[in-house]
């Protein structure tokens, strides 16, 4: 079973930046497709960026120019950059990789919080 493990946030001021990692163990990783959630205190875990195997990015309209997903397959790695935050962006951040059903392939990491505040 893949286990993944999430690091890289912190408190930041609006308009910093930071990048994320989810580094994934277990085999495969190249093949899937991935993505960044969040979760933000009473709301639901929302798709923030996702990146296919042949590299393939989109994004949610709300982060559209600011963050970038990437991969590097070597490493088992995912990662966002966040530039241009903002206090909306505050959040627990989780990766995972999406199955055409809406379920996950993956059990879902510990996360990593993401603070914007001044």
């Known amino acids: 079973q893949v286990q993944l493990v999430e690091s890289g946030g912190g408190l930041v001021q609006p308009g910093g930046s930071l990048r994320l990692s989810c580094a994934a163990s277990?085999?495969?990783?190249?093949?899937?497709?991935l993505g960044w959630y969040r979760q933000a205190p009473g709301k639901q875990r929302e798709l923030v960026a996702g990146i296919t195997s042949g590299r393939k990015t989109n994004y949610a309209d709300s982060v559209k120019g600011r963050f970038t997903i990437s991969r590097d397959n070597a490493k088992n790695t995912v990662y966002l950059q966040m530039n241009s935050l903002k206090p909306e962006d505050t959040a627990v951040y989780y990766c995972?990789?999406?199955?055409?059903?809406?379920?996950?392939?993956?059990?879902w990491g510990q996360g990593t919080q993401v603070t914007v505040s001044s």
């Open positions: 277990g085999s495969g990783f190249s093949i899937y497709t």
């Open positions: 995972n990789a999406p199955k055409f059903s809406g379920s996950y392939y993956w059990d």
